[in-house]
C-alpha cells in the first residue's frame, strides 16, 4: 500500500513523537525515581561504615557480619567502604559520611593514633560514632559514643597462660623456652593488646626468651617471609606465636620448608589467634597446638547498640563480644560445623 519513502516517513515521524514524549515526560520520570529512592532512604537508618580493608580471612567474616546485620529488611541503608590498610583512606570516608548527613558511623581503625580531628567533626556534625573491633586512643572519650569488639590484652594472656600450662604438662616448665612473635599491623589495637598481654604473662618466667618481635601486618605472604628470617636468625625456636591465622598459615609453610616439624607432635609449638575454620581444622589434626579465638561476628551486637541509641537508652562505652581457646580438646565436630568462616 506504501511505497518505501512513505515508510521512511512514517520511521522519522515515529521517531519525532518518541522523542518528544522522552523530553516531555523522560525528566519526570527519573525524577520520581530519584525521589522515591531518597524516600526510601529517608524511612531507613542511614549508617556509614568504613572497615580498615580485607587482609586476613577474620575482616572478610567481619565485614560479611555487618553487611548481613545492616540490611534494608532490617530497616538501614548503608554506605560501606574499604579503607584498604590506609588511615588517611578511612579519615576520607569518615569525611564524607559526615557530608552526606549519615545517622551513625561505624569505623574499624586500622591504627589507634590520629583520629582526634575527624572524630570532632563528627561530634559537630552531631552523627554519634560506634567503634568496631579496634579502638582509638583519644584523651577526650566523648569523640565515640562506644565501642564494640574483643578485649586483645585478655586474648594475649590467654596465650601466656596457655604456654604456662603446657609447659608444666611436658615438665619443660624450668627450662629456658624460646619464643619468636609474628605481629599484627604495628599500632592496631589488636598487635598492641596481643603483645602486651602475653608480656604479661611472660615477664613472669625468667626462663622464656622473646627472641623477636617483627611486624608481619597480618597477610600470609608476610607471615611466611618474617618467619623465614627467623628460621635464619635463630636455629632453636620452640614456640611461635603468631597473631592472627592468616600469618600461621604462611608461618607454617616456611618451618615445614626448612624441615622442621610443627605442632602437638612437633619441633615448635604454634600458638595463634582468630580461630577461622580452616585454622580449626589444624587444630583438631594437632598442627597448630593453640588458637585463641577473636569473634569477627559483630554486626548483630552492633545492631544492637543502634536500636539501644535510637530507643535513648543508656549504653555502656565499651561492649565486648564472646570468645573461646581452642586446642585439640574442644574443637569437637559439632565446633568445626558450625563455624561459617
Ligand atoms: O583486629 C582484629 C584482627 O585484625 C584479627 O585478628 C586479624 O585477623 C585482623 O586482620
Known amino acids: 500500500?506504501?511505497?518505501?519513502?512513505?515508510?521512511?516517513?512514517?520511521?522519522?515521524?515515529?521517531?519525532?513523537?518518541?522523542?518528544?514524549?522522552?523530553?516531555?515526560?523522560?525528566?519526570?520520570?527519573?525524577?520520581?525515581?530519584?525521589?522515591?529512592?531518597?524516600?526510601?532512604?529517608?524511612?531507613?537508618?542511614?549508617?556509614?561504615?568504613?572497615?580498615?580493608?580485607?587482609?586476613?580471612?577474620?575482616?572478610?567474616?567481619?565485614?560479611?557480619?555487618?553487611?548481613?546485620?545492616?540490611?534494608?529488611q532490617n530497616g538501614y541503608f548503608l554506605i560501606f567502604h574499604n579503607a584498604r590498610q590506609k588511615q588517611e583512606n578511612q579519615l576520607k570516608a569518615i569525611r564524607s559520611f559526615i557530608s552526606q548527613r549519615v545517622d551513625y558511623i561505624i569505623f574499624s581503625p586500622v591504627v589507634e593514633t590520629g583520629w582526634e580531628t575527624v572524630l570532632q567533626e563528627a561530634k559537630e556534625a552531631g552523627i554519634p560514632v560506634i567503634l568496631m573491633d579496634r579502638k582509638v586512643d583519644v584523651e577526650d572519650?566523648?569523640?565515640?559514643?562506644?565501642?564494640?569488639?574483643?578485649?586483645?590484652?585478655?586474648?594475649?594472656?590467654?596465650?601466656?597462660?596457655?604456654?604456662?600450662?603446657?609447659?608444666?604438662?611436658?615438665?619443660?616448665?624450668?627450662?629456658?623456652?624460646?619464643?619468636?612473635?609474628?605481629?599484627?599491623?604495628?599500632?592496631?589495637?589488636?598487635?598492641?593488646?596481643?603483645?602486651?598481654?602475653?608480656?604479661?604473662?611472660?615477664?613472669?618466667?625468667?626462663?622464656?626468651?622473646?627472641?623477636?618481635?617483627?611486624?608481619?601486618?597480618?597477610?600470609?605472604?608476610?607471615?611466611?617471609?618474617?618467619?623465614?628470617?627467623?628460621?635464619?636468625?635463630?636455629?632453636d625456636i620452640d614456640v611461635v606465636v603468631s597473631q592472627n591465622d592468616d600469618m600461621t598459615f604462611g608461618a607454617i609453610e616456611a618451618i615445614k620448608e626448612s624441615g622442621r616439624t610443627v605442632g602437638v607432635n612437633g619441633d615448635v609449638m604454634i600458638i595463634s589467634y582468630d580461630a577461622l575454620g580452616d585454622a580449626l581444622e589444624m587444630v583438631a589434626d594437632g598442627t597448630i597446638n593453640v588458637d585463641i579465638e577473636c569473634n569477627p561476628n559483630q554486626g548483630e551486637y552492633l545492631l544492637e547498640v543502634i536500636d539501644m541509641l535510637e530507643a535513648e537508652e543508656p549504653i555502656e562505652k565499651r561492649y565486648y563480644v564472646e570468645e573461646d581457646v581452642f586446642t585439640i580438646e574442644n574443637v569437637t565436630e559439632e565446633v568445626l560445623n558450625g563455624r561459617t568462616y
Open 1 to 72: 500500500m506504501f511505497g518505501k519513502r512513505s515508510y521512511g516517513v512514517i520511521a522519522v515521524g515515529i521517531l519525532l513523537v518518541m522523542t518528544l514524549f522522552l523530553l516531555l515526560f523522560g525528566s519526570r520520570l527519573f525524577t520520581d525515581i530519584e525521589e522515591e529512592a531518597h524516600i526510601t532512604q529517608e524511612n531507613r537508618i542511614v549508617v556509614g561504615v568504613s572497615q580498615l580493608g580485607s587482609e586476613s580471612g577474620w575482616r572478610t567474616a567481619n565485614t560479611e557480619s555487618v553487611q548481613n546485620a545492616f540490611t534494608q
Open 141 to 235: 572519650e566523648s569523640l565515640y559514643v562506644t565501642c564494640v569488639g574483643s578485649d586483645f590484652e585478655e586474648e594475649g594472656e590467654k596465650a601466656g597462660h596457655w604456654l604456662e600450662g603446657e609447659l608444666v604438662r611436658q615438665n619443660r616448665s624450668s627450662q629456658s623456652v624460646n619464643i619468636v612473635i609474628l605481629a599484627g599491623t604495628e599500632g592496631s589495637s589488636s598487635q598492641i593488646g596481643r603483645s602486651a598481654g602475653f608480656a604479661t604473662v611472660a615477664d613472669r618466667h625468667g626462663n622464656w626468651n622473646i627472641l623477636e618481635e617483627k611486624c608481619a601486618e597480618f597477610t600470609s605472604t608476610k607471615g611466611k617471609e618474617v618467619m623465614k628470617t627467623f628460621l635464619r636468625r635463630y636455629p
